[in-house]
T-cell receptor, first 109, second 114 residues
Framework: SQQGEEDPQALSIQEGENATMNCSYKTSINNLQWYRQNSGRGLVHLILIRSNEREKHSGRLRVTLDTSKKSSSLLITASRAADTASYFCATDHDYKLSFGAGTTVTVRA | ETGVTQSPTHLIKTRGQQVTLRCSSQSGHNTVSWYQQALGQGPQFIFQYYREEENGRGNFPPRFSGLQFPNYSSELNVNALELDDSALYLC?????????????FGPGTRLTVT
């Protein structure tokens, strides 16, 4: 079973716009991580936020975590065509990662 | 590109056969995890190895088994293949077992069972 659920399932935006996706989870976590996957290939780690953190930035990425609501959001600012990919949240509990089904983001030129 | 490699890239097997998938972890990493990703789904945790010992297993039957070698590379073996085993198999390594590390994923092995 999958711990996390991303919302929306799919997102289409114009180049230069921001993209926001959300993740909800069910159990307590050590940290929450976001990964990107291009065309069914390996996953690339984007950002990790620990359970005692509320917000984290990395370049054009901004992640928030609300442990009281068991939810997280990923914001990609000033999107580019190269950001077209599937994005997954993964909760780290007892050293194992549990992934959601992902959000597919398409950035139109 | 991570330093994690997997072989083979693609594989086609017949139902009932057995398959072995291989993974070389990134240098300095002693923990390897295996995931199964069905089409359109997120990766599902199969099991994890830490210093050659299994350190946890997901909801997969015993016909999914693994090994980790002294150089921390790893194998995933699947016996009595079923059609539903068709998926992308991903391995990921991390520096140590302590929680809070990102995992470094390989490019995956695409297994098709006919």
């Amino acid at each position: 079973s999958q711990q996390g659920e991303e919302d929306p399932q799919a997102l289409s935006i114009q180049e230069g716009e921001n993209a926001t996706m959300n993740c909800s989870y069910k159990t307590s976590i050590n940290n929450l991580q976001w990964y990107r996957q291009n065309s069914g290939r390996g996953l690339v780690h984007l950002i990790l936020i620990r359970s005692n953190e509320r917000e984290k930035h990395s370049g054009r990425l901004r992640v928030t975590l609300d442990t009281s609501k068991k939810s997280s959001s990923l914001l990609i600012t000033a999107s580019r065509a190269a950001d077209t990919a599937s994005y997954f949240c993964a909760t780290d509990h007892d050293y194992k990662l549990s992934f959601g089904a992902g959000t597919t983001v398409t950035v139109r030129a | 590109e991570t330093g994690v490699t997997q072989s083979p890239t693609h594989l086609i097997k017949t139902r009932g056969q057995q398959v072995t998938l291989r993974c070389s972890s990134q240098s300095g990493h002693n923990t390897v995890s295996w995931y199964q990703q069905a089409l359109g789904q997120g990766p599902q945790f199969i099991f994890q190895y830490y210093r050659e010992e299994e350190n946890g297993r997901g909801n997969f039957p015993p016909r999914f088994s693994g090994l980790q070698f002294p150089n921390y590379s790893s194998e995933l073996n699947v016996n009595a293949l079923e059609l539903d085993d068709s998926a992308l198999y991903l391995c990921a390594s991390s520096p140590h077992l302590a929680g809070g590390d990102e995992q470094y994923f390989g490019p995956g092995t695409r297994l098709t069972v006919t």
